[in-house]
């Protein structure tokens, strides 16, 4: 294989890195993490001329090489490290026409590692709009750089940033400016100290708290006469350098950059006079909270409604295609509804990925924070603390991840310890086929129906508790830390249909075979303990009902002898030894061994039920219809019933039923004491309230 | 008293003043926030936090403690 030119995007938040890679890559990308760490890492391929080819890093926004997240960490350990396997080539700094000040101060930094770079000046389309007019070549000169003017929006320029990447070896590798000069004495010594290393290099190891490989760290250690002595002394100097850059920056600007005021015009001004308006700011978050409800709920219900017919169908399909044994049971009672149980969630999770992501692209997230700040201190939370927490109604875990920028800690270990709270996507399988089951399917007004609301109203439970136990958590918890908090507002922008497209593919793909395949493992242990038994009972099946029930016609005969098994069954009994716990809260054995196979993931459970309710069962029918036909054998009625389901809504609004929520909170929080904490306080809870609330209904 | 960013009004304008607070984070620096600079308060939630700055071009928000740590000159 031919070598491979390595490539990494860096620039700041917002720039259009992403864009800038989905144009480069097309669908030829894939994402993973950091090793240890959970950083998003995407990388792919890019086809260059005559079969040159370039391996892209897209890597996380970062404002400066001075570190303040995790995030950031990555970029300045990668850039660092040149026996990294993706050290690059050439870096390429992606920066956004119109905040080109504050973007090249990141680039003159990544210019003084000395590693080939290209500037890309992104969103070129925005120029006339802004009345901005660039002197590429004097900028090229100033910044000791090759420059590519692209749009990634109208797909312009990205050729020409090709051709800069396949002629890298051309590229300049000096710095541009000498932001070291304002202590010549202390970098003349270091200089002499270290002869062979770059100056910027050895000042970063010396400023900067992340994990350098090997040699870097142990040739400053020895030095310690470099060690600046105290953090106000560190702040001071990286001020001044922060100065002596932006005075370099100015002064080509200056020169380099014409904006003609008047030329400009924007809608952001107008925009934010209503979107973070007092009153209009917070009635429209509202109404674009409403209405992703909707969605989730009654628009994908038509899409879902087919996935369950054709389950139902293919599974019978099967049944009557091949020939009858175990192994065709396995399939058509096992595998088929217990993939079908997680298939039919893809509407509802793409819609809700679809509309994160739209807010995400056009700019308005950053307003919700902006709103929500104060509300949320009230409650020991930041307003970034909300994106976690919108985050949270699809996926607990980049929920959890999501929480890296905010800056103070407590805030942080607040917000990872509460977002399980909030409604992720698998509860609502769960939610759903209850509320089906139990609330009834009634209109109010001519939007919204009793379904709906009782969905919203299940959302609002989930997000109150979650910022009620933060409060609570706030009193209790005493952290002490520097609490700071700054938040770009990015200008509003038409979201991207690709980057909406492949966001919400990505992230639905990671979400379906993740869960996919602790459900398909579950299904398949809970089908073999459903379809063998412990003692005779279970074999002897027919000729017990048989001689028990003679005068029975022998459809009703089949029935009973299927329910007579699965009661005889491994899980039969499995289930019947938790009843007496469960009982309270007016579940069957059968929702007992729902509830302990969900212990591992919450969205097991219907897939649990389909496969417990299609054991033993010839008719095609789907699993909602076999639900409500059970019956509760102590009172006669249905068992779905109001009581009931209101306690199992509330039981999984509560419980902390996620193996991988609780192994994402252990590591970011570095304890096991954290997230055994979440575990125990949330089941607690799940328990007492679904027992009072039952107590009360029945 | 000194005048901070805190006490601007909406569509006020100011140049930064000497820095020396240590409670100034180095990023809200590396985002434009420096002695000379122009500030323009734009919106400010209520009850004044955070309030929603344009800094030397960039557009951010801050909360009020940071921004009474800022002194400014109005202009
Ligand atoms: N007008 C315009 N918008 C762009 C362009 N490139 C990206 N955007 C938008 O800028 C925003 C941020 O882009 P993204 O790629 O997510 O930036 P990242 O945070 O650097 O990865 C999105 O809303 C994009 O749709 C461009 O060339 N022109
Ligand atoms: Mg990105």
Redesign the interface.
Known sequence: MAKQIKVSLIGNPNTGKTSVFNLLTGLNQQVGNYPGITVEKKEGICKLSRGVKAHILDLPGTYSLNASSVDENVVIELLLNKKDKDFPDVAVVVSDVENLKRNLLLFTQIKDLEIPTILVINMADRMNRKGITLDIPLLEKELNTKIALVSARKKEGIDELKKLIESHALLPKTPCVDALSFAPDYFDRLKKTFPNQSLYKLWLVITQDVNFRKFDKQQVDIAPDFKIKSESELKRLQQKETIKRYQFINDVLKRGLIVDEKAATGMRAKLDRVLTHKFWGYFIFFMILLLIFQAIYDWSSYPMDMIDEAFAWLSEATKSALPAGPFVDLITEGIIPGLGGIVIFIPQIAFLFLFISILEESGYMSRVVFLMDRVMRRFGLSGKSVVPLVSGTACAIPAVMATRNIENWKERLITILVVPFTTCAARLPVYLIIIALVIPDEKVGWIFSYQSLTLMFLYFLGFGTAVGSAWLLNKILKIKSKSYFVIEMPGYKIPLFKNVVINVVEKTKAFVFGAGKIILAISIILWVLASFGPNENFNNAEEIIATEYVDLSEEEQENKIASYKLEHSFIGYAGKAIEPIVAPLGYDWKIGIGIISSFAAREVFVGTLATIYSVGSDEEETIKNRMAAEINPKTGGPLFNFASGISLLLFYAFAMQCMSTLAIVKRETNSWKWPMAQLIFMSALAYGVALIVYQILK | MKTTIANLKRGQRALIKE?TS??I????????C??GNEVQL??A???Q??I?LNV????????K??ASQIEVQII
């Not at chain 2, 984070?25 to 434009?32: A, H, I, Q, V």
């Not at chain 2, 030397?56 to 909360?63: E, P, Q, T, V, W």
């Open positions: 820095i240590d409670v984070p180095l990023k809200l620096l590396e985002m434009g420096l002695p734009l919106q939630a209520p009850f936090c955070p929603y030397n071009g960039s557009h951010l928000a801050i909360r403690e940071i």
